[in-house]
């Protein structure tokens, strides 16, 4: 969804008024400041899961969002269940932890 006031979405379609020919060369439409890496227009702002910034579309933001939020959650269950000696639990929090951790990195 474009974006008429870029401090809204905290995104740099600023960019639009100070350098419109580096987004004019990536072909991005106006309303845009970048394109995910699922192939739709999006924005260019800060990642939710760490210190870096990234292109992300709304779909693909939300989610990144939830599986962060998702994957802290089980971090500290696993924790708790380690000081508990609940290794079942811990192990599969693990796993659960780990691949979540993959998903975030491969997508």
């Not at 639009?16 to 020919?21: L, N, R, V």
């Not at 899961?49 to 992300?56: C, I, K, L, R």
């Not at 500290?76 to 000696?85: A, D, K, Q």
Request: hydrophobic share 45%.
């Amino acid at each position: 969804m474009p974006t008429p006031d870029p401090k809204k979405r905290n995104c740099y379609c600023n960019l639009w008024q100070t350098d419109p020919d580096h987004l004019k060369k990536r072909n991005i439409p106006y309303g845009f400041c970048g394109l995910c890496n699922c192939g739709e227009y999006g924005h260019l702002r800060h990642a939710p899961n760490g210190p870096y910034t990234a292109e992300f579309c709304d779909k693909c933001y939300r989610l990144v969002m939830i599986v962060s939020f998702v994957k802290m959650f089980c971090f500290v269950l696993f924790i708790i269940s380690l000081i508990l000696t609940k290794w079942i639990i811990a192990g599969i929090l693990f796993i659960i932890v780990v691949a979540l951790h993959l998903w975030e990195m491969l997508r």
